[in-house]
């Protein structure tokens, strides 16, 4: 997977759930691979059992429409007018994946700082995270370090319990397995890192650096290859969201994988 589609991923498990109640949410994203950084705005929508995640980057606009019943996503690209379907949960979850998930340890440890997020109260706090991997014929540890941003007892908290007791499981892992296939490592320990800090509250803005550790060529390639995603929520709002934000627009041509 490559940077910016892991934080495709990244920015569909932060807020995704079975909402009560709509919410949108409006910042951006910063990729940074082989220091050269790439900087996207970004909106998402939340409604009932639908996320969808809008991306301006680099004067390119797409959009992202997860439905979670279904388990099927739909990418779109504005300037072609073409949608692309993709399932979750298929290619990542298999029982190796599932073994590495369950291996992988997590810390934080809040500094004491604070920022406001409309109502929210987002405390700073930091994060180290490792998992056992492979990366080739080598056996590495993926290690992702940095700071996590999270509102806790938010009343959206309350809303999307549904979903978090749903999700609540080594075994669920929400990817797009087309996009995926290249560094499946680095889906599954981004997915299982998000998937744990549902429980401590809302994820108001992540930021960590994604690395590999082990004595081989491949994972000394991979260190001087490290990247940093970075992902700032800057305004939410509760207002509701029509659902025809949520379907691929007409005269969109269906592109097969």
Known sequence: MTPRLSLLALAALLFAGNAAADLTLTGHSTVTSMNMPSTSQER????????????????????????????????????????????MNAVPNTPEARASQKDLKLETRATGLKHALGAWNCQEHELEARMPAELGPEKVTVELGGKVWLARGTREQKDLQDFFKAMDTPDFLMGVPALAKSSPEHTRALGEVLRRLFNQGMVCAIEVDIKYEGGGRMAELARRMGTRLKLVYENASTDAVPDEFFVVPPGYRRVTQ
């Open 44 to 87: 998402v929508y939340l409604k009932k059992s639908w996320l969808r995640r809008d991306q301006l980057d680099r004067g390119k606009a797409y959009t992202y429409i997860y439905d979670l019943k279904d388990h099927a996503i739909n990418a779109l690209d504005h300037s072609l007018r073409q949608s692309r379907l993709y399932e």
